[in-house]
């Protein structure tokens, strides 16, 4: 394990973060949310079904001591954005929300200007937001400097799977954001994770890349040692990348035949 | 008997008996048990509020529940 890290007032040590929805049964969701390591598990607030008000609920098949983070999917305003943030203050007990403005729905792009208004709003009431954001290091900057408690940049559209799409951008960010940055949508496979990793994101969140896998619990497994390999190479320091060999041998001390 | 109030709950028409209060629509929804967060037009009432917020007719009420999500 390596060193912890704080969202807000909230303290982790797994730096992957996963979503809960798409899975085929809540075993399955909790299988692989306990094979991920994740410390925090992202929910969504819909309208409870009024006809069966004993059906079983999510927040059963959620591992002990696990955060769950409400997020704003679905709303495509602010009002709407951050009445469900109160809600879900109201419903978990803690301020920690993911803020989500969808602008657009076939791409499912962030309003920018309409996740910095609701940041704001949130920062002011007492919420730790976490932003989903597109891969802008202005829109980035400007949700730091109002407050929120990191930002999380899009790797590619959410559930499509097309990885870290644009790196340099994501390394934009680091170098001009001192709040936590967290990858948020895009990746695919565990490479994906690793990268996010090894570009020094302090943390990555993910759903349809577990849950779509054809085995989720296997994938998420997958997801925790690439995100885990990905840190412990940014830790680590990479080598510079060269144009042409070095030797790893000696070349002192050569027979000659 | 007074009349019963008409509302909307999750955008469905329900009635509420006159002078109901959250708590008692919770009751007749049989929902005590679920964990949910409840907004009346559009403001968020605590569940310790439940008790003394008093239901008015057509009142826009949501009840909200964790699902999954990413």
């Not at chain 1, 849950?211 to 190479?233: I, N, S, Y």
């Not at chain 2, 008409?6 to 008996?17: K, S």
Request: aromatic share 4%; charged share 20%.
């Amino acid at each position: 394990m390596g060193e912890s890290y704080t969202l807000g007032s909230h303290t982790f040590q797994s730096r992957l973060i996963v979503g809960s929805g798409k899975y085929d049964s809540f075993q399955t969701q909790l299988d692989a949310t306990v094979a991920s390591g994740a410390e925090m598990v992202t929910v969504a607030l819909r309208r409870v079904d009024l006809t069966a008000p004993k059906s079983e609920n999510l927040l059963s098949y959620v591992p002990e001591g696990t955060t769950i983070l409400p997020n704003t999917a679905g709303c495509f305003n602010v009002e709407d954005a951050v009445t469900t943030c109160q809600l879900g203050r109201e419903l978990l007990g803690h301020g920690l929300v993911k803020l989500e403005v969808i602008g657009d729905e076939r791409t499912l792009f962030p309003d920018v200007p309409a996740t910095i208004e609701a940041a704001k709003i949130l920062v002011e009431d007492g919420f730790e937001v976490l932003p989903y954001i597109t891969d802008d290091p202005v829109a980035c900057q400007r949700l730091a400097a109002l407050g929120c408690a990191a930002v999380m940049p899009l790797a590619a559209p959410i559930g499509s799977g097309l990885g870290i799409r644009n790196p340099t951008n994501l390394r934009i960010i680091l170098e001009t954001v001192e709040v936590p940055v967290v990858v948020d949508a895009g990746v695919g496979t565990a490479s994906d994770a690793a990268v996010a990793m090894e570009l020094g994101c302090t943390a990555i969140l993910m759903n349809t890349a577990i849950a779509g896998a054809k085995a989720p619990v296997q994938m998420a497994r997958a997801m925790r040692l690439g995100v885990e390999a990905g840190r412990l190479a940014y830790e680590s320091g990479r080598i510079s990348r060269r144009l042409y060999a070095t030797a790893s041998s000696p070349l002192d001390g050569l027979a000659s035949f | 008997m007074k009349t019963p109030l008409d509302i909307r709950v999750n955008g469905e028409p329900t009635q509420v008996a006159a002078g109901a209060t959250l708590a008692d629509l919770i009751e007749q929804l049989a929902l005590g048990c679920r964990k949910i967060a409840v907004a009346v037009n559009r403001t968020v009432i605590p569940r310790s509020h439940f008790a003394k917020h008093s239901i008015e007719a057509a009142d826009q009420i949501e009840i909200l529940e964790a699902v999954g999500g990413g």
